[in-house]
């Protein structure tokens, strides 16, 4: 459910109220459903690369409206700056001054993505800071943006095509209204790995993919779109949150597996459950996570400690349990929960900082790891998302958590799942050891 | 209409030859902890915990929408509008609609027969898939009017005419207003079942100290059990309860020891039995999956155990011949007997604490020679039960009783130990049941390791 205030003032006279005395208003945002089109209204290409035309001809085959220019005062649904041929910062102009004369016409809910090349392997200084320059202004380009419209960037590897997998499958996560509540973030498309699903609505038809702390919250939700996506679902949970996790399994068609993921042999279980059942694993969400909140000057060992041991020690564990199976070798996929907390740090969270810190580090070195038999691993960062767990903050702390970002209120468990989805997907093959945010672009801290 | 065709039929896994049986495996089981009556489960129904119970096995397994052969559950303390209670429970769960289910009621006796007749019908090929259970509120029992007052409000339906109505409506009287509540007094003598037992355990002379042992293993073996997650996959939690509420791990023979008997304080003789050495009213349900081994095989599931055989016994309590719980005594050597096998071949002694004194007088009537000659038929005493092998993982005196769903605990709990117990020893292993019920009656079975 969308918060009150967003309800309030999205419509009718609060949306009047709200505009006169200045208050922030937030939008009902766009979110995927099923058989939704991908986005309504015609799509603005511009730039004037190979790519660029690349780009337009996979998006018509997409059976979008597709324009090369703008035309006055018509409301676009989206605008993609294709910008991989960059050489100097000077280069950028052009484009994004174009784009900008067609920001006014931008609909609710609408799209800016660019796609340029990852500035890491620049040839030179000049191409380095026009790639570098892309990044600067697309997050101040997503702060300017009003009416739920967000912009992300899609950051390709050196010589890779805008049209190579990856960089499509970004591209349509990033129009669709799975990425509502991703804002002002890039993903990098490393390799030409990945496929587009046969069935856009079903792409992880025929996967099995097990979900840590689906009981609740984030978890249940992750359970819910990953089987909505066409995944046999394995719920896993602690045994005395059993009855909630039943009530997922059985709504999802799958089935539970009561377990405490730091368990020695919690990978091995968790292996041996989803070949056994249901013949093969392909996906592992690690999103069973704990908070114990104290400042530092007042942390006890049992509270830094389990929150080590069960946000990122197990992950650790579970993984080389993974990583030796032969049962996970056929483009397998791992997607962890992080948090904005182990990026930007938050008071009082010094252990949770510490571990979702530490599940960005896994992340990322792991990639290698699944590389030889084409297995992905990523994460999301979720910023505030509307939980149980987080409609228990004191008022005054949780309206300013949901309030202070580009798109003025809290996420959906839905959203963090969606992105979840995505990286699982046949279509991410070639993004990994990347940490996507969604956060709505979360104005405090990095 | 091709998958509601699926669900109707047409989607048997083998054809059975006709004369022929096959085995009947127990793939696992699902139960709620058990609550002390008045306790976690006071507003829950009947049809609240065994749909609960079920749901929690099809979650574990993922039998949604799955056509099941037959359900089978039933309750000892039921309202009469439960009449088609599992059934009921199966039309509320994740389960396809076109499952078939029937009630059975056999005391508490009622869970382990349950199992042993959809086994059975699995056996013969008349199903490939059962579940099996059983479950009872002693907080939400039914109450029923006084006798008197039924007479008048059948009587009161039956009037036609206003002042025919008033007429029968003037014959009530205060007294009829006294509900009929349940209890588990036996209809024949009057007793409760805890003084029936005071009776036996006196005449086989078991101590207060041995019971008081009994109980305190009881509690000490189930604590160790959930200590290293033996129910993690047997067990569901339900209303914030995640073990069995009766469960005291920190108990101590000098706590048990300190309580006040509360049967057999009239008959002569020092009373022994206490709350502590007891089983207490308990709510909860307990189901049990059962199937062919090609209905398991082709869903991926596993076969913990197949069930071996059954015995039913019963023994003339009224007279005054045997004790109202001894029946198992009478039902385990003709079962041994059968499938040629002695004490010494069983692992594990599944032998449900209606009360320590049951158990101690069974063991004590197996191990008597008179006995087993004058009343068993043999040449001397059944055998010597190893205590080592008793009821390892605790059972009724620390989880408690609810009636009928104890048969479903002890089936699921025994299945699991006996494929462990096979794994780590690499070679099959088996398990005696042996559960009392009121009416004099017993049921017995055996397991063996798949």
């Not at chain 1, 689906?214 to 046999?232: E, F, P, Q, S, V």
């Not at chain 2, 959809?118 to 259970?133: F, H, M, V, W």
């Not at chain 2, 002694?349 to 063991?363: C, D, K, M, N, P």
Request: aromatic share 4%; charged share 20%; glycine share 10%.
């Amino acid at each position: 459910m969308t918060d009150k205030y967003t309800q309030m003032v999205s419509r009718g006279l609060g949306k009047d109220v709200a505009k006169r005395l200045g208050l922030p208003q937030p939008v009902v945002l766009r979110r995927y459903e099923p058989g939704a089109p991908l986005i309504t209204g015609p799509v603005l290409v511009s730039g004037d690369s190979a790519g660029a035309d690349d780009v337009a001809t996979a998006l018509l085959g997409w059976g979008l409206d597709v324009r090369r220019n703008a035309l006055p005062r018509e409301k676009l649904g989206a605008i993609i700056l294709v910008l991989d041929a960059l050489q100097h910062p000077g280069d950028l102009g052009k484009p994004v001054l174009t784009a900008g004369g067609s920001l006014r016409d931008l609909a609710a809910n609408a799209r800016v993505i660019t796609m340029s090349r990852t500035p890491l392997s620049a040839s030179s200084p000049s191409v380095a800071a026009a790639r570098q320059g892309v990044d600067g202004m697309l997050r101040s380009l997503a702060k300017e943006l009003r009416a739920g419209a967000t912009a992300n960037g899609v950051l390709l590897a050196e010589e890779l095509a805008t049209t190579s997998p990856s960089a499509l499958g970004a591209l349509r996560f990033f129009l669709s209204g799975r990425s509502a509540y991703v804002d002002g973030q890039f993903l990098t498309v490393a390799s030409a790995s990945g496929s587009m699903p046969a069935d856009t609505d079903k792409p992880l038809a025929g996967k099995v993919a097990v979900v840590t702390g689906a009981a609740r919250g984030i978890g249940a939700a992750i359970a819910r779109t990953l089987h909505r996506d066409g995944a046999k679902i394995v719920a896993v949970d602690i045994p005395a949150a059993g009855d909630h996790l039943a009530a997922v399994a059985n709504e999802v068609r799958g089935t539970a597996l009561q377990l405490d993921i730091s368990n020695d042999d919690a990978g091995h279980r968790i292996i041996e459950h989803a070949v056994e059942r249901h013949g093969r694993l392909d996906i592992v969400v690690h999103n069973a996570g704990i908070t114990r909140d104290r400042l530092l000057a007042n942390m006890d060992e049992a509270r830094w400690n389990s929150v080590i041991a069960v946000n990122i020690a197990a992950q650790l564990r579970i993984n080389e349990a993974l990583l030796r199976s032969e049962h996970f070798r056929d483009s397998p996929r791992i997607v962890s929960v992080a948090s904005t907390s182990g990026i930007a740090g938050n008071r009082g969270q010094t252990n949770y900082g510490a571990s979702k810190g530490g599940v960005i580090g896994m992340v990322r070195c792991t990639a290698a790891l699944m590389q030889p038999f084409h297995g992905t691993i990523n994460a999301v960062a979720p910023g505030f998302i509307e939980t149980e767990m987080t409609a228990r903050m004191p008022l005054a702390i949780r309206e300013a958590a949901r309030r202070l970002n580009s798109l003025k209120q809290g996420g959906q468990p839905q959203d963090v799942a969606e992105a979840i989805a995505f990286l699982a997907s046949d279509a991410a093959g070639g993004i990994s050891g990347e940490v996507l945010r969604v956060c709505g672009q979360q104005l405090v801290g990095a | 209409m091709a998958a509601a065709d699926m669900t109707t039929g047409g989607d048997r896994q083998a054809q059975q030859a006709p004369g022929t049986t096959r085995r009947a495996f127990i793939v696992g089981g699902n139960r709620i902890p058990f609550a002390r009556t008045g306790g976690a489960y006071v507003k829950s129904s009947n049809q609240d915990m065994l749909t609960a119970a079920l749901e929690g096995l099809i979650a574990r397994f993922g039998l949604q929408d799955e056509r099941i052969g037959e359900v089978a559950a039933g309750a000892v303390l039921k309202h009469s509008r439960d009449f088609n209670l599992t059934r009921e429970a199966v039309l509320g769960s994740s389960l396809a609609p076109e499952t078939p289910a029937y009630d059975l009621q056999q005391a508490c006796a009622t869970g382990l027969e349950t199992v042993l007749g959809l086994s059975n019908k699995i056996r013969l090929g008349q199903i490939d898939s059962g579940i099996a259970g059983g479950v009872d509120s002693a907080s939400d029992a039914p109450i029923a009017v006084s006798e008197g007052l039924r007479e008048i409000l059948l009587d009161l339906n039956r009037a036609k005419t206003p002042a025919q109505k008033l007429k029968v409506i003037s014959r009530i009287r205060p007294k009829d207003l006294a509900p009929d509540a349940p209890n588990t007094g036996e209809p024949r003598t009057g007793l409760s079942m805890g003084e029936h037992q005071a009776l036996t355990t006196a005449q086989w002379k078991v101590t207060r100290e041995a019971q008081d042992e009994l109980a305190y293993n009881s509690h000490r073996n189930l604590a160790a059990a959930y200590q290293r997650g033996f129910f993690d996959d047997l067990l569901t939690p339900y209303r914030g309860l995640n073990r069995d509420s009766n469960l005291r791990a920190d108990t101590s023979l000098e706590k048990l020891a300190s309580l006040k008997p509360v049967f057999g304080k009239t008959l002569g003789s020092e009373a022994t039995m206490t709350a502590g050495n007891s089983t207490p009213l308990t709510d909860g349900a307990a189901t049990v999956l059962l199937a062919s081994e090609e209905w398991a095989n082709s869903r991926g599931l596993p076969t913990l155990a197949t069930v071996v055989d059954g015995e039913a016994a019963a023994v003339d309590f009224v007279h005054g011949k045997d004790g109202l719980l001894m029946a198992p005594v009478f039902a385990v050597p003709r079962l041994l007997a059968r499938q040629g096998l002695t004490f010494e071949d069983i692992d594990f002694f599944e032998i449900h604490e209606a009360f320590a004194g049951t158990v101690l007088s069974t063991l004590a009537a197996w191990e008597d020679e008179e006995f087993g000659r004058t009343r068993l038929g043999l040449p001397g005493a059944l055998g010597k039960v190893d205590r080592a092998k008793l009821n390892v993982n605790g059972s009724s005196l620390a989880a408690g009783h609810p009636f009928a769903a104890t048969g479903g605990r002890i089936v699921a709990s025994l299945a699991k130990m006996l494929h462990e117990k096979a794994l780590t020893e690499g070679r099959p292993t088996r398990g005696l049941i042996s559960v009392c019920a009121a009416g004099g009656q017993g049921v017995v079975a055996i397991l063996e390791s798949a």
